[in-house]
């Protein structure tokens, strides 16, 4: 699994990451951009909107 410095990164080199994450509700767009340095891998990305789509924080 490749990891990045942070979400910015996953989606500029991740074509299958970048399709997920402009199918997600802006609301959890928004939440993982604030958090972006927590997010190194598409499995994170998911991960993390898995878990706000279900209402964890």
Not at 7 to 24: C, H, M
Not at 29 to 40: A, K, T, Y
């Amino acid at each position: 699994m490749q990891k990045y410095p942070g979400l910015n990164e996953v989606l500029e080199n991740e074509s299958e990451a970048r399709q997920y994450f402009n199918t997600l509700p802006d609301y959890v767009r928004e939440q993982i951009q604030s958090r972006s340095g927590g997010v190194n891998s598409f499995e994170s990305l998911k991960d993390y909107a898995e878990n706000l789509l279900r209402g964890d924080n």
